[in-house]
């Protein structure tokens, strides 16, 4: 009696052809979409006519252009898995319908990855270099210098009554003002400006200007207090831009596994259902 051993093989749940195709697809449309975006938003900036409701205008198209480009591209990319997808025959239509979605969620996992790995490469340091340049375009209007640094020339600033000599006779501008600055950083890292640093300045700020001591005094204080508060406005907005920053990325990627899903089961279904796709 000759005993035979019968293998039925039946194909796999995860068809992975399929999942990379679609992700190398969508992260090349995304590739694609977000360098006419950027073209495009450089093209409508101009620092000639620059002002803040413009570059809110900017900012907002911005925003709305990377969330639309990510979700159109994985759409596209989970439907294309869906269609490449082997058939499952003896699968109820749910179970077909979930398993097409599982596709898309995977088109959209290696999309992320891929898209990671084109960041940290040259691409990326292109896009980079675009979105920096409109950036500074668009903000261009809302702040010409660094206001930190202005508040530094107002405290410097010299009185009518100041001698001729002695501002000729005065040490390098650029100098005293780089270490005026450098105490003001020390005292925003402290949160208060120490007794020594207050008297210093205020006898610089004496001989700079020809101010009595009292005054000079006086005006160190109002200046740091100024200074102070425009640091920490500063501040506050770049915490509030980097929390929107976080709900935007992490709203584009919920709508793209959305999208991604929903058009693997979109192109399962017109895989099942034979019907022709066209793109055009």
């Known amino acids: 009696m000759a005993v035979v051993a019968m293998d039925t093989e039946k194909p796999g749940f995860v068809s992975w052809g399929a999942a990379f195709a679609g992700a190398l697809i969508a992260t090349a449309l995304s590739f694609i979409l977000l360098t006419f975006g950027s073209a495009v938003g450089l093209s409508l900036v101009s620092p000639w006519t620059s002002t803040a409701s413009s570059a809110k205008w900017a900012g907002a198209l911005a925003v709305f252009w990377i969330i639309a480009q990510q979700i159109g591209s994985f759409l596209a990319g989970g439907y294309i898995a869906g269609r490449l997808r082997s058939r499952w025959a003896e699968a109820k239509p749910d ?3 979930f398993r097409d979605g599982v596709h898309g969620a995977m088109v959209w996992a290696i999309g ?3 898209g990671a790995t084109l960041a940290a490469s040259v691409t990326g340091s ?5 979105t920096r340049a409109v950036g500074h375009v668009a903000g261009a209007a809302a702040s010409q210098v660094d206001p930190l640094s202005y508040q530094v020339d107002v ?3 010299r009185t009518g009554q100041t ?3 002695q501002a000729g006779a005065s040490s390098d501008a650029n100098a005293i003002k780089t270490e005026v600055l450098q105490i003001f950083a020390n005292a925003a890292a402290r949160g208060e400006l120490s007794a020594a640093d207050k008297a210093y300045l205020s006898q610089v700020v004496s001989e700079r200007t020809g101010l009595p001591p009292q005054e000079a005094e006086a ?3 109002q200046v740091y207090n100024e200074a102070a508060r425009v640091t920490k406005e500063a501040a506050d ?3 509030k831009t980097a929390v929107a920053a976080g709900f935007v990325t992490a709203a584009s990627l919920l709508l793209s596994l959305a999208a991604a899903w929903w058009g693997a089961q979109t192109g399962g279904h017109h895989r099942d259902t ?3 796709a066209r793109f055009f």
Request: no cysteine; hydrophobic share 45%; glycine share 0%.
């Open 95 to 97: 179970e077909i319908e």
């Open 274 to 276: 034979s019907r022709p």
């Open 237 to 239: 907005k770049a915490r």
């Open 163 to 165: 001698p001729s000599a």
């Open 155 to 157: 405290l410097l600033r």
């Open 112 to 114: 992320i990855l891929l």
């Open 219 to 221: 005006r160190v204080t």
């Open 126 to 130: 292109i896009l980079s270099t675009a």
